[in-house]
């Protein structure tokens, strides 16, 4: 020591319970003296700190310190402070420190799970105090190293938290601390955490205030997570009723600003779809946006009721769900497809459209209500081309209005609605070209069991004019059928011919007699021109008639006979093979391509399966 400053080598305080405080220093200027002071702490419990602590020195970081630290011990810590001589007393020009902590506990807010066992290296000024863990857990969640804890505005009454804690663990403990009271940052998702597991890495940030009294609002919170090994079971999405099962290799998660965002590939019911989720907390809009490969259980497991196939082949669907403030709810559907086998129960066949197509939707509603049908579309080029509006809920489509270009309808409306007794179906035209439909008619011809629902039909048809191929013309169709979505039990068609307005078509179908089985009846003239049309050659003139029954309690087949009246046979081979069935001695062979023969009728037992027609016993005169 001079009489100018006095200097302090080194002070060493050993105490039993194995602590040991360091301290040196300097005083300069006894008159408005300015101090400088170290001292370093080693092997102290959590709990003696403050009592070695002066709190006057650095009183807001030896608060936190004593009410936010316990457990564990210091290996090591450090202080430097210099104090001026200002306005009569000395003043806190500088202060800083480290801390070297270990199998500490670490409390950042108040009533919310501590950071157990950590291990880290604390810095602190007069203004910051920092923490930077290298290792500690909080339930099943773990810190791995580059986290970091930031209290600021140490040198004023009111202090800030700014916390990036990089975590890994499970989904389970990831979505308890997000969903904590205190953050409540995924809570409006409602999903069951029980129903969610996977592995997480997670970079979550937390900027609030330091205060006992936060409140949620006053939590501003960013978070980034690699989720792995994503699996939702049974886990039902926003207001979408029914529950699907996801699983994923990988998702990206994001939350800034009381915004989610969620982005990845993921397999829903099987199908492989890219998943994009977007969701304003603040704001209650919600966005769900999905792009696959067709897949009929997804569409199920989104909620659709599809009692009948859809479109198969290769199709691309892209699916956007929407709510919106106000219980407002919007669903977008767009397929694109080619190649797809479209079916179409109402005319009775299965047909394979080998064309490029687009199935548009837009679905709507408000609370509780139905969905509203706002807009819907089917374009198969030159197949279809249908537009419409109607109403879905719960137990399926309750009403569909169609309007537009169906296959060969020109200037029609086709109506659907769906009541309590089932479907209503109605087709109004002027003009219906059925040569389309005949064409490649065998293609329809399905062996495969129909295992639809017994759901109610009511089939009504009309059109001025009935183009059946480019030379035969029917004129003032109607039909009336009956039945289920499967078949039809009672039904009439009929039209007339344009050129002489006698019947053209005459078709009956309804209950016979017998108890338990269907009666066909059907007679159409200019057989040879409708038979070639369906591909039987060789046939000009006469009249087709057909009775045939099915025994309705076996679901058997039509069984009955076939007869072709007063007609002629000419270049004919594949009727001659018909006719071989009337006589195996072979008469017939001697027909050359250009042999004409009428017959006044040929006769014949048809059974009708689900792959071909059957003929047999037949005869001619």
């Known amino acids: 020591a001079t009489p100018e400053k006095a200097h302090i080598e080194q002070g060493v305080l050993k105490l039993k319970s194995g602590e040991i405080s360091k301290i040196s220093g300097e005083i300069i200027d006894f008159t408005a003296p300015k101090i400088s002071l170290e001292a370093q702490a080693e092997n102290v419990l959590i709990n003696r700190l403050p009592a070695l602590w002066p709190k006057n020195l650095g009183e807001v970081s030896h608060t936190w310190v004593k009410e936010n630290l316990s457990q564990g011990k210091i290996l090591e810590a450090t202080l430097k402070m210099h104090l001026d001589w200002q306005q009569e007393k000395l003043k806190l020009s500088h202060l800083s420190g480290t801390i070297d902590v270990q199998k500490t506990n670490v409390r950042y807010m108040d009533k919310v799970p501590t950071i157990e066992g950590v291990s880290a290296h604390i810095t602190y000024t007069d203004k910051l105090f920092i923490i930077h863990p290298k290792s500690g857990h909080t339930g099943s969640l773990f810190l791995k190293d580059g986290s970091i804890l930031t209290i600021s505005k140490m040198d004023q009454k009111d202090q800030d938290m700014e916390m990036t804690l990089k975590i890994s663990g499970d989904t389970e403990g990831a979505f308890s601390l997000l969903n904590h009271p205190r953050f409540d940052l995924v809570s409006d998702l409602g999903i069951p955490l029980e129903k969610v597991s996977g592995d997480v890495d997670v970079d979550l940030t937390l900027d609030f205030p330091l205060e006992r009294a936060t409140t949620v609002d006053q939590v501003k919170a960013q978070a980034k997570a690699i989720i792995r090994q994503v699996n939702l079971k049974e886990v039902s999405f926003g207001n979408i009723n029914q529950a699907f099962s996801a699983t994923a290799e990988e998702l990206s998660v994001s939350l800034k600003d009381k915004k989610l965002y969620v982005e990845g590939h993921c397999a829903i019911e099987g199908a492989s779809a890219h998943v994009s989720l977007h969701k304003s907390f603040q704001r209650k809009v919600c966005q769900l946006t999905l792009e696959t490969e067709y897949g009929q259980k997804l569409l199920e497991g989104l909620g659709f009721d599809l009692k009948e196939k859809i479109p198969e082949g290769d199709v691309k669907i892209s699916f956007v769900y929407t709510e919106n403030p106000g219980d407002f709810q919007q669903m977008l559907f767009n397929a694109d497809f080619v190649n797809a086998t479209v079916n179409i129960p109402f005319l009775g066949i299965e047909k394979p459209l080998k064309e490029k197509g687009k199935f548009s939707s837009?679905?709507?509603?408000?609370?509780?209500?139905?969905?509203?049908?706002?807009?819907?579309?089917?374009?198969?080029?030159?197949?279809?081309?249908?537009?419409?509006?109607?109403?879905?809920?719960?137990?399926?489509?309750?009403?569909?209005?169609?309007?537009?270009?169906?296959?060969?309808?020109?200037?029609?409306?086709?109506?659907?609605?769906?009541?309590?007794?089932?479907?209503?179906?109605?087709?109004?035209?002027?003009?219906?070209?059925?040569?389309?439909?005949?064409?490649?008619?065998?293609?329809?011809?399905?062996s495969e069991s129909n295992d639809l629902p017994p759901t109610p039909v009511h089939l009504s048809i009309s059109s001025d004019s009935v183009k059946i191929s480019e030379t035969l013309v029917a004129r003032h169709l109607k039909g009336v059928f009956q039945g289920t979505l499967e078949r039809f039990d009672i039904g009439s068609l009929e039209a007339q011919d344009l050129e002489d307005q006698k019947a053209f078509l005459k078709l009956t179908l309804g209950p016979e007699k017998e108890d338990g089985k269907t009666l066909l009846?059907?007679?159409?003239?200019?057989?040879?021109?409708v038979l070639n049309i369906l591909g039987v050659e060789g046939i000009e003139k006469g009249t087709l008639v057909l009775n045939a029954t099915r025994d309705n309690a076996?679901?058997?087949?039509?069984?009955?006979?076939?007869f072709l009246k007063k007609f002629v046979a000419i270049n004919m081979p594949e009727m001659i093979k018909v006719l071989h069935l009337a006589s195996p001695l072979g008469i017939f062979e001697f027909f050359s391509d250009n042999t004409n023969l009428s017959f006044d009728e040929a006769k014949v037992d048809v059974r009708f399966e689900k792959d071909k027609i059957v003929l047999a016993e037949g005869r001619a005169s």
């Open 362 to 446: 837009v679905f709507e509603k408000k609370g509780k209500s139905a969905w509203d049908i706002k807009e819907v579309l089917l374009d198969l080029g030159k197949h279809a081309h249908i537009q419409g509006q109607g109403t879905y809920s719960e137990s399926g489509l309750e009403f569909l209005e169609l309007q537009g270009k169906p296959a060969g309808v020109h200037n029609g409306k086709l109506t659907v609605r769906l009541g309590l007794q089932g479907y209503h179906v109605a087709l109004d035209a002027q003009v219906i070209d059925a040569f389309p439909l005949f064409q490649g008619w065998g293609e329809g011809l399905s």
């Open 554 to 562: 076996l679901n058997g087949d039509w069984t009955g006979r076939l």
């Open 521 to 529: 009846k059907c007679k159409v003239r200019k057989a040879g021109e």
